[in-house]
């Protein structure tokens, strides 16, 4: 049961990081270059179908995972556990994700014309890199953290 889990949130992973990646490497320059609102909007609308689901589907099995390696919540505050010190990580890394994502949605995509392209490129460069730092904390918890050996 375990290692499915693990599989559906890694394969969740992979479309959020790798879809903001898409976006914040190839369609978003392209789109500030040519100031190109309908680029942004049309993988948007696409992504969107998939992205947002795969992150809600991220977060629950996430909170699965995190209770199957700490049951105990207290845990997932610890600075004396590794894990328990990535779980926080994870945490404030949601807290940033959602913020954002928030805030792009619900202030930027609305009205997005060439303008707002460069608003919007500092909402989606942040949360890219804060996907990948999800990936990479994620390794950590698996593996036990980033302690020396």
Do not use: C, N
């Amino acid at each position: 049961m375990i290692h499915a889990l693990i599989v559906i949130h890694v394969l969740a992973a992979t479309v959020w990081t790798g879809g903001h990646l898409v976006l914040a490497t190839t369609i978003l320059p392209r789109a500030l270059r040519e100031r190109d609102v309908v680029a942004v909007l049309r993988f948007e609308s696409g992504y969107e179908r998939i992205g947002m689901p795969a992150l809600l589907v991220q977060v629950l099995s996430g909170f699965v995972l995190a209770l199957h390696h700490r049951p105990d919540f207290a845990d997932w505050v610890s600075f004396e556990d590794p894990v328990g010190t990535l779980l926080l990580v994870k945490l404030a890394l949601l807290a940033a994700t959602v913020g954002l994502a928030l805030s792009a949605r619900l202030r930027v995509l609305p009205g997005l014309d060439a303008t707002g392209l460069r608003t919007l490129a500092w909402h989606v460069v942040p949360v890219t890199i804060l996907s990948v730092l999800f990936v990479i904390v994620g390794v950590g918890i698996r593996t036990g953290g980033f302690a020396p050996a």
